[in-house]
């Protein structure tokens, strides 16, 4: 039936890669972006998702907590972030993180994803005491937290090098990053959108140092702004030459750009179709990639039930509270149980499999 489907089509030679184990190129890349047989980028991203993990999909007992929206990068794509003096502004101390923990001590939770805004009144005990504040609680429990930007910042408040302060962290209780904050390994985008922010090639250096130092990470792309199809091409291989050099990256997880509230807010938002071809097109680039996650506050539960037939094998979990972006209707904060996430995976025809923060089964339902 695949045969048949590409026979005499743009992609039949893409096909012969995919079906060979070939790895894709530049060229190869451009042409998924330029096509619009979305049903054929997707049969071919659905034979590398199959390959790896069958009809698993992976999801996670989750809770994020954003633990201060205020940010001093002004980023023309957030709608997050806070100036001090804003009625919205709030920064959690140690103790009420700790009361954001207990508000789900009832809920198995296997892991915590922690990220926010860059405040620059926060000294760098701060990261360390909200870090050992959670473990107080949940001792158990894996810690995902700082985005490479947030790293940053905390570097320059501890006046100390990476490669010194992610042990500190990581003795605190950091287990693994989440991989936020890469955007779009561009330049010109960065100059547009984030310049107060690190660019590409120091994200990149420091998820090498990461790596290197047993810290693993996931893996980002923001799309559906002004980034053009040349530079996600880019970001794809970039991440695939580090993956090759260290094997530190868990996942790979495509981010839609929600353009309200933001400076970007008269920019189209991403449709179904545009979510579900950037997941195929990365499952079909990073072949060295083990798992494409559908982000399912960013997406839809919808569109993530149908790109676990595009690529995607893992949905990521429950959440609890979700404050970076928000329902566009109702301006709520999302959150799914876990018996809605297996009816999600179930309904779309897969296997859920509950996992770890490093993909370890848990429990098949």
């Known amino acids: 039936m695949f045969a048949s489907l590409l026979r005499g089509s743009e992609l039949a030679d893409i096909q012969e890669k995919v079906l060979e184990g070939r790895r894709l190129g530049f060229e190869d890349g451009m042409r998924l972006y330029a096509s619009s047989d979305l049903t054929a980028i997707g049969t071919m991203a659905n034979i590398v998702r199959e390959r790896k993990n069958g009809s698993l999909a992976y999801y996670v007992r989750n809770q994020h907590i954003n633990y201060t929206n205020i940010c001093n990068k002004f980023c ?176 790979y997880i495509p981010l839609e750009f929600h353009p309200e509230k933001t400076d970007l807010e008269g920019l189209p938002a991403a449709t179904g179709d545009d979510n579900l071809k950037e997941i195929a097109i990365g499952r079909l680039m990073l072949d060295n990639f083990d798992h494409i996650k559908a982000f399912w506050v960013m997406i839809s539960p919808q569109i993530s039930q149908a790109a676990l037939w595009y ?35 179930r309904e779309a025809g897969r296997e859920p499999v509950e996992r770890d923060n490093r993909y370890r089964i848990l429990s098949r339902s």
């Open 311 to 345: 690529g995607a094998d893992d949905i990521d979990g429950t959440v609890m509270e979700y404050e970076i972006t928000r329902d566009a209707v109702t301006d709520t904060r999302q959150s799914l149980t876990h018996s809605q996430l297996m009816d999600l995976i």
């Open 76 to 251: 023309k794509f957030c709608s997050f972030y806070s100036l001090p003096r804003d009625p919205s502004a709030y920064t959690l101390t140690p103790e009420q993180v700790q009361d954001r923990v207990r508000e789900y001590l009832h809920l198995p939770i296997t892991e915590i994803h922690m990220v926010a805004g860059i405040n620059p009144r926060l000294p760098y005990r701060y990261y360390l005491d909200i870090l050992r504040a959670v473990k107080e609680v949940r001792p158990d429990v894996h810690i995902k937290a700082y985005t490479m930007v947030e790293l940053a910042e905390i570097c320059r408040q501890a006046k100390k090098p990476l490669e010194e302060v992610l042990p500190q962290l990581m003795e605190a209780g950091l287990d693994s990053l989440p991989g936020g904050g890469a955007e779009v390994f561009s330049d010109r985008v960065h100059r547009e959108l984030f310049p107060l922010k690190q660019n590409g090639d120091e994200w990149l250096a420091m998820a090498r140092a990461a790596h290197r130092l047993g810290l693993p990470s996931n893996a980002t792309l923001l799309y559906g702004h002004i980034e053009e199809p040349e530079e996600k091409v880019d970001h794809l291989l970039r991440l695939r030459d580090l993956q090759d050099e260290t094997g530190g990256f868990h996942c």
